[in-house]
Each structure stands twice: as C-alpha cells, then as structure tokens.
C-alpha cells in the first residue's frame, strides 16, 4: 500500500502525466514522418517488427506470477459483458470522431484501430496505476517518467505502422492517467501487491490481443475484454479477504 506525503499537493502530480501525453504526441509525429517516407512494403516489415515486440511484452506480462483460475473467468466473464456492450464498436466510433478532426485524410478504419491499439497498450498495465498514484500521492515521477520514455519509443513504431490514431491517443493517456492521478487519494488503500500482479499479467493476455491483430493472426475486439481488469480486481480482493 502506498503512503501518503501531506506536504505533497496530489494534483501536481499531473506534471507526469503531462510529460507522458507529450512523449505520445512526439512519438506519433516522429512515426508518422517515417510512415510518410517509406513504401507500403516496408511498413508492412515495421508492422511485422512492432507485433513481434508487442507479442514479446504480452507473454512477458502474461506469465508474470498471475493466477489462472482468476484470469480465466475474469477474461471469459469480462469479454462476454464487453460483447454485449460493444465497447469496442463504441471505441472505434470514438476513434473515427477523433479523425474527422485531427486527420479527416486519413482511412477510418486504419485511425480508429491504431488509437484504440495504442490505448490499450499505453494505459493497461500496473506501471499505469502505480505511478499515477505515486505521483499524486508523493510527487514521485520515476515510474511514469521512465513509462513516458517508452510509451514514446512504442508510438514512433506504432504510428509508422497504424498512422495518426496512435496520437490521438494521448488524449486517452491524459484521461486515464490524469484520473488516476488526481483520484490518487481514494485508490491508494485498493493498491495492494497481489492486485496489482493480477493486473499486470492480465493486462499481458490484452497486449497480445493487440499482437495477434497486429500480426494478422486472428481478429480479436480487444477492447471488449476490458471489463475483465475490473473482475480481476473483484476477483483478487475476494480471494485475499476470504483467504482462499
């Protein structure tokens, strides 16, 4: 559980969050300035390369310590509630206003599914949530600098391979992030080690949803699964309290 600094506004805290929607932006740009500079050829080799590292740092979080029997259902459960919510369908709606603003050029499909994969890769993951509420808790940025610096390398390949979605993500990243942080107070007794190992690994079974599309391995509407984060929350809490 994280201690609290009372000399510490929590609201400055957003300066990390800040520094990590920049550190998107600037990456995207950097990506888009080399997607715009090679031929369809040898971005299909740097979307090869980016689900390759994507499907590496998915297996790595995956088999991190997590439980099955709490991964199982929790994805099971949490991926049939977000069918029947479409979440995805609703991200990708969310994604296609984003750019009729910001790139009304570019192809739809290709926009909302690089802001939508972005998301999810730059805000699931316990590095998300610890450093959000270490921030706004104790003005420790070492967490969500360090996330920043590689967020920012992933969004240069990300976006040479997916376009201007991928920066339109940062808005994500400054919601998510910057909610956290600010709702740092009232999370910090929910943050306990075991949780935040269930996160971590489920966060990984996310991740190489994004890594099977990316590689055209298999379909999959990631973002229907998202409820599961929150049954693996539910799920971890009962286990500790009841003991089981």
Known sequence: MLLIDDKFSYTAGMIATFVNTIAVIVG????????????????DTVTVGVGLVTLVLGMSMALSGGAILLILPA?????????????????????????????PSEEGGQFSRGFLDATILFCVGPMTIVGSIEAGLQGNYDVLFTKSAMDGFMAIVLAASSGAGVIASALSVLVIQGGITLGSEALAPLVTDSILSEIGS?????????????????????????????????????RDYFGI
């Open 28 to 43: 995207g740009l950097l990506g888009l300035l080399l997607k715009g500079r090679i031929s369809e050829r040898y971005r």
């Open 75 to 103: 994805l099971i459960i949490g991926g049939l509630i977000g069918t029947v919510m479409r979440i995805e369908s609703g991200i990708l709606k969310a994604g296609d206003a984003l750019r009729k603003v910001m790139s």
């Open 202 to 238: 489920l966060g990984g079974y996310l991740i190489l949803m994004i890594a099977l599309n990316l590689l055209n391995l298999k379909k999959v509407k990631t973002a229907n699964f998202l409820p599961s984060l929150f049954l693996i929350i539910l799920f971890t809490w009962v």
